[in-house]
């Protein structure tokens, strides 16, 4: 491992704009956290725009990833679901250049999993959960019991995260494991679903019903975030508005049915506004919290 350790810092340590370097060796031979590969290096620079660069090498015997990105796509990462294990990449790996020490920021915030980082990751837990839950129930009214049972687990899978970041912790890629520990009820559910020797609709049945008086009830807590934004002004906000907000752009996901939920239950209004110098009659749809 040193020549391969050598071989990455006389390569990239004099790219302009290198932040930080750091190496991950793949623990198991099966295990997919690295794609199958046997090592990745994480080369974050600190560009403007947008990298996202992948490259596979060979070196002493060992086959590698190399992933270049920059500060930007390394949040939208931690807060988002597009890239799971960077969580694990970054506490387990090792730092081989770090200036400034930003890259050794990243990992104590990630160990110290703040508030603000739980509630990103909350919304964009729930917001998969709500669509999952609604798809698996369309299925069931539809007689599409396989598509309902693909999706519940999936809804399912998504009440674990949601339980694991309120309990301070992230969601792995063994999140029963994990679970089986923190909250044996879900896990429960989980088995009742997989393994229940009750028919494949009973099933289903069942765990829709454990959604629906559970992880609804926990609505306003998952969008506490999106709920501090619509506060934070007395004018109402529009969809685009609340997309392009600093705090929910980087996690990419869209908000329309979360916000239409909380219509729903009343946590939000909503505004029909008249657009200037519109004689069609139109009226935008836009949100907020109390009068409007």
Not at 43 to 60: C, D, G, K, Q, W
Request: hydrophobic residues 40%; glycine residues 4%.
């Amino acid at each position: 491992m040193e020549q391969i350790r050598a071989y990455f810092l006389n390569t990239y340590q004099e790219t302009p704009g290198l932040t930080a370097l750091a190496l991950i060796e793949n623990p198991y031979p099966y295990n997919p956290l690295i794609d199958g590969l046997d090592l990745l290096a994480l080369v974050i620079l600190n560009h403007a725009s947008p990298i996202n660069r992948m490259e596979h090498i060979r070196l002493e015997g060992k086959r590698a990833l190399v992933r270049t990105i920059n500060h930007v796509e390394l949040k939208q990462w931690l807060s988002g679901w597009e890239n799971r294990n960077i969580i694990e990449w970054l506490v387990r790996g090792e730092i081989l250049l770090d200036r400034d020490g930003y890259l050794a920021n990243v990992r104590e915030r990630l160990l110290q999993f703040p508030e603000s980082m739980r509630e990103q990751k909350r919304i964009v837990e729930f917001n998969g959960f709500l669509r999952t839950y609604l798809q698996a129930k369309q299925d069931l009214i539809d007689g599409n019991l396989l598509d309902a049972y693909s999706h519940v687990l999936t809804a399912l899978n998504h009440w674990a995260h949601i339980v694991l970041i309120e309990e301070g912790m992230h969601p792995e890629l063994t999140v029963w494991k994990q679970l089986k520990r923190v909250h044996p009820g879900i896990y429960k559910l989980y088995e009742e679903l997989t393994v229940s020797p009750e028919t494949l609709e009973q099933r289903v049945q069942l765990v829709l019903l454990a959604c629906e008086f559970s992880v609804m009830n926990k609505m306003k807590e998952c969008c506490s975030l999106l709920l501090e934004i619509l506060s934070s002004r007395e004018d109402a906000w529009s969809i685009s508005e609340l997309q392009s907000h600093p705090q929910l752009i980087q996690l990419h996901i869209d908000f329309s049915l979360v916000l239409q939920k909380l219509v729903m239950r009343e946590y939000i209004r909503e505004v029909a506004v008249m657009q200037e110098a519109d004689n069609s009659g139109m009226l935008e749809l836009r949100y907020c919290l109390g009068k409007a």
